[in-house]
Structures are given as structure tokens and as C-alpha cells.
Nanobody, 125 residues
Framework: QVQLVESGGGWVQPGGSLRLSCAAS????????IGWFRQVPGEEREGVSCISGIDGSTDDAVSLKGRFTISKDNAKNTVYLQINNLNPEDTAVYYCAADPLQFRRCNLLAQYEYWGQGTQVTVSS
């Protein structure tokens, strides 16, 4: 059974950093692409970054490049999202998602089959 569990969210002051984790079970990262997305209530979900299974290549949202870094630890079957220099506009629920069809090359605009429950990130002073 495929399962994704996000963690690492919370409250942080502007300028701070967070590292979100996405623990995967029921499959191995080598054969799935993993994406990070975020959503503010009432707004459309936004793709942040994804990482392919086979070679770890990434696809990043152009508007967010430079502050968000995706990485993975195959031994821990976990994908991370490092977020630096957070600002209030980053406040959202952050989700990770998995898709087996993109394991060679991920794409933030593609459909993802499996989703986690999300972790809340709140940036305020």
C-alpha cells in the first residue's frame, strides 16, 4: 500500500527556514517521481518542485527557484524540501505526491497518483 506522510511544517518567522520531509512506504523511490505542492485555502494548488526516481533530476517552479531545494535519501525512502528565506506568501499546506509513470523524468504539471495529507507551514511575525 502506497503511503506518503509529510512532516516538518510549523510556524516560522519571516526570513527563517524549514525542512519538510515526505516519508514514503509501500514503494521505493527509484521507481517513482515525487513532487512537492502547496495550496492556500481558496486558491489553486501550486507545484513547487519534483524529483525523478531513476536519476534524481528535478523540475522546479520558475517563480520559486532559489529558495526551495528538493532532495531525497533513497536509503530512508524519504524526500525533503528545504525552504529558505521564508516569507508570509509561503504560508500554505504543503503536500508531497508520488507517481510511477514519471520515474524517468518528473514534471510538475503532470498528474500525480498518490498524495499525502499535507503539513501546514505558517510564516508570520
Amino acid at each position: 500500500q502506497v503511503q506518503l506522510v509529510e512532516s516538518g511544517g510549523g510556524w516560522v518567522q519571516p526570513g527563517g527556514s524549514l525542512r519538510l520531509s515526505c516519508a514514503a512506504s509501500g514503494f521505493t523511490l527509484d521507481y517513482y517521481a515525487i513532487g512537492w505542492f502547496r495550496q492556500v485555502p481558496g486558491e489553486e494548488r501550486e507545484g513547487v518542485s519534483c524529483i525523478s526516481g531513476i536519476d534524481g533530476s528535478t523540475d522546479d517552479a520558475v517563480s520559486l527557484k532559489g529558495r526551495f531545494t528538493i532532495s531525497k535519501d533513497n536509503a530512508k525512502n524519504t524526500v525533503y524540501l528545504q525552504i529558505n528565506n521564508l516569507n508570509p506568501e509561503d504560508t500554505a499546506v504543503y503536500y508531497c505526491a508520488a507517481d510511477p509513470l514519471q520515474f524517468r523524468r518528473c514534471n510538475l504539471l503532470a498528474q500525480y497518483e498518490y498524495w499525502g495529507q499535507g503539513t501546514q507551514v505558517t510564516v508570520s511575525s
